[in-house]
């Protein structure tokens, strides 16, 4: 009858310990994307009537020379994309098996992600 000496197994852990900053990060996020819808409800509860001059000047606000509506649209839109990578990325490692595919699919997220962020920004900042 063998004795087993060993208190404890040995794990395996993967990857590169994103646990705590990537809760950080989805609380910031989630907080300046909530803030942000904030300021455009409100935006668009003062705005009399709602054409498409008062929707762009609500993107093209400028206080002092700084265009402080494309600013914060841009800023809301890259929480977004960030907050989105972090839960798509988490998806895809807990549910794909396949390292290759999970390679594929984190790779096709990511080229989505900065393509829509470089359509937004072409968008708003040529208004």
């Known amino acids: 009858m063998a004795t087993q000496e060993r208190l404890g197994t040995k794990r395996l852990v993967v990857g590169a310990h994103y646990g705590t900053m990537d809760f950080i990060v989805q609380r910031v ?15 668009i509860i003062f705005t009399s009537e709602m054409n498409f001059e008062n929707w762009r000047r609500l993107f093209t606000f400028t206080c002092a020379g700084i265009p402080v509506g494309s600013l914060l649209a841009t800023l809301a839109f890259i929480s977004l994309a960030w907050h989105a990578w972090i839960g798509v990325r988490d998806i895809w ?3 794909v098996r396949s390292a290759g595919l999970r390679l594929f699919l984190q790779v096709l997220t990511a080229l989505w992600l900065v393509g829509a962020v470089v359509y937004f920004a072409k968008i708003l900042w040529s208004l």
């Open 93 to 95: 490692m807990d549910y």
């Open 29 to 43: 996020t989630a907080i300046i994307m909530a803030v942000y819808t904030l300021v455009l409800f409100f935006g």
